[in-house]
């Protein structure tokens, strides 16, 4: 086809200006072509349904976690070597009957002489190569002080304590007594309650191992004892007096301390270390492994203002070994049940208050479950021949030995490494994090860097808000409800009281947060004309959220920085939200290459 001439000299001009713009519209809608952005549209349906999901999910876990007992077996079924938490539940009955058993009272003198009589029975009963040995050891006066913990700096002096203590060995290999393996809990209890959790849980769990043990310790090569002792409520008494008089506690190599916060439940390690030998010799024997050094890193801080005697043993003896705790009904611990607390634990738990008996709180399995652990671990310790290896001096604790990291999952499995494995591991995360975000910053100069300093306010906005939500509560809880810590008895009230308020601030913070970085990011990307307002809008709104993203992962970075550097156990945690979610932010933008060039 023939172009028709021009007609005048400012056509030219007209149409170089029409060819500019159609080349130039050509060239935007290449590039927006070339830019496709999908925004997932989700329903009110479907958002419901993916919140009942998790909610259901983490009650499953839960159950399984934490309320998945053993069933108990009675004494037929066990045999004369395995463990019967029905026999054990008749000691915690007849101790429980005899009241509260108070230093210096009529009680524990009662619950003391049961004690020896089921052991002199023991005796009589073991194997007839296994050495029994029964001591009533009386202490006449003593003195405890400690170096940290509730007790730090105080003095406490103690006089007429009495404890019973057995030893067994087998009867033809007397060098086993020169290392022996203590397994120890308390006799007494405070003045409010007859003690069914704390502790004559623990003695009638002791008890039923020695008779299980006795029939085993001809073939140990190292001995055991069996301590119970009195005044570990005035003040860790009772262990400190047996450590420091008693002459067989130069033979011990490492303790294992049984104790509760509560009653029943799953009896997990509240304290380890320092030496890896006890817990490692758990995890790899145990039934039903329990625990986690989130615990013991709790314990230790400061937060938790109680004590038990494996602090005496660690700091006065320099042993290493384990703390197991009850931790179920913490309402009703060292409380009377006629009180308001424990009133309204009773009610919630369906018990009448006229049955004034703790005993009913004790769940069915509790025993079991502490009990086929221990008696698996004491078998396999009480054989070893490292045991002379794990003692643990004052400088190891203070200096940091080579302790360990653990954590069990789901009660079935227990994962278990050296805190110099930990190290070289959080060492190896940090340096490539650190080489990944010094990357980022270069590539994406003043803009990243301005991002992600928006992107920190949002996280400190987030942790300001949560922490003031949940603060406001704790304040105005007492004024609406008639229990000050109605949580104590029914610890799914914490989601709701705290949780709740708490994630409503997070949420309020960083929302702040994004808008105040959407609102930087919009004015950067209005300097840029090459995209259309919809894409521009969407970009802005993915990087937003990508500089958050960024920001979450810095801050876990941070921590697992902190937790390293002063050799934190739990610091395992930033791992699990550092690591994984790093992959996926490369995987995913890797493959965005448009989304990076404008950044």
């Not at 713009?21 to 958002?47: P, Y």
């Not at 995890?283 to 314990?299: L, M, R, T």
């Not at 947060?513 to 919009?522: A, E, H, I, N």
């Not at 990508?546 to 791992?575: C, E, H, N, P």
Request: net charge neutral; proline share 3%; hydrophobic share 45%.
């Amino acid at each position: 086809m023939r172009r028709r001439p021009e007609s005048s000299s400012t056509a030219p001009d007209t149409s170089a200006k029409k060819s500019s713009g159609t080349s130039k519209t050509d060239e935007e809608a290449k590039l927006n072509h070339g830019i496709q952005i999908r925004t997932a549209q989700r329903s009110g349906f479907t958002w419901l349904t993916l919140f009942a999901v998790i909610v259901y999910s983490s009650w499953a876990v839960y159950q399984y976690q934490y309320e998945n007992l053993p069933v108990p077996l009675t004494a037929e079924q066990a045999g004369k070597r395995g463990f019967s938490e029905v026999a054990a539940m008749k000691h915690v009955k007849a101790l429980t009957e005899l009241g509260p058993h108070t230093i210096g009272s009529d009680a524990i003198e009662l619950a003391l002489q049961y004690v020896l009589a089921e052991l002199e029975n023991i005796k009589k009963t073991a194997h007839w190569e296994v050495d029994v040995e029964v001591d009533l050891f009386h202490v006449n006066v003593g003195a405890t002080r400690l170096d940290s913990g509730m007790f730090v700096d105080r003095t406490i002096i103690y006089s007429d304590l009495d404890h019973i203590v057995l030893r067994m060995l087998p009867k033809y290999a007397p060098e086993a007594r020169e290392n022996a393996i203590l397994v120890s809990s308390h006799i007494d209890t405070v003045f409010s309650t007859e003690g069914a959790g704390d502790c004559s849980s623990c003695v009638s769990v002791m008890l039923e191992l020695a008779r299980g043990i006795s029939q085993w310790a001809h073939g140990f090569k190292n001995a055991v004892i069996f301590l119970f002792n009195t005044g570990e409520e005035e003040g860790l008494s009772g262990a400190h007096s047996f450590i420091t008089q008693h002459p067989w506690s130069t033979t011990i190599r490492m303790a294992i301390d049984l104790e509760a916060m509560g009653i029943g439940g799953k009896s997990a390690i509240f304290q380890a270390g320092p030496h890896p030998l006890a817990v490692e010799t758990f995890a790899s024997v145990a039934k039903y492994p329990s625990g986690n050094i989130i615990f013991q890193d709790i314990f230790s801080s400061g937060v938790i203002k109680s004590a038990t005697d494996f602090q005496v043993y660690r700091e006065v003896a320099g042993l290493s070994g384990l703390d197991f705790v009850y931790a179920d009904h913490g309402a009703v611990y060292h409380t009377k049940t006629s009180g308001r607390l424990a009133r309204e634990a009773l009610s919630r738990c369906k018990l009448r208050e006229q049955d004034n008996d703790k005993l009913k709180l004790l769940k069915s399995g509790s025993l079991q479950h502490l009990g086929e652990n221990m008696l698996a671990f004491l078998l396999q310790i009480a054989t070893s021949s490292h045991l002379s290896k794990a003692n643990a001096t004052v400088d190891d604790i203070q200096s940091g030995h080579d302790t360990a990291v653990y954590y069990d999952i789901l009660g079935q499995y227990m994962v278990i490494y050296r805190q110099r494995f930990a190290n070289m591991l959080h060492s190896s995360v940090i340096l490539q994090s650190l080489l990944i975000w010094t990357t980022s910053l270069i590539m994406g100069g003043s803009t990243a860097a301005v991002s992600l300093a928006f992107s920190c306010l949002s996280n400190i906005l987030m942790w300001i808000f949560s922490i003031s939500f949940s603060v406001l509560a704790a304040f105005i809880l007492p004024l609406i409800s008639s229990s000050p810590l109605p949580y104590l008895s029914i610890p799914w009230l914490v989601l709701g009281l705290f949780a709740a308020p708490a994630f409503l601030g997070a949420l309020t913070g960083q929302h702040l947060g994004y808008l105040v970085l959407k609102r930087y990011l919009s004015n950067v990307y209005a300097k840029r004309k090459q995209l259309s307002p919809a894409i521009q809008a969407d970009l802005i709104k993915l990087e937003t959220e990508r500089w958050l993203f960024k920001a979450g992962s810095l801050q876990w970075l941070v921590l697992l920085v902190i937790g390293t550097y002063y050799k934190i156990g739990s610091s395992y945690l930033a791992l699990v939200w550092l690591v994984p979610p790093a992959f996926a932010c490369k995987l995913t933008f890797t493959r965005l290459p448009s989304v990076h060039h404008f950044s």
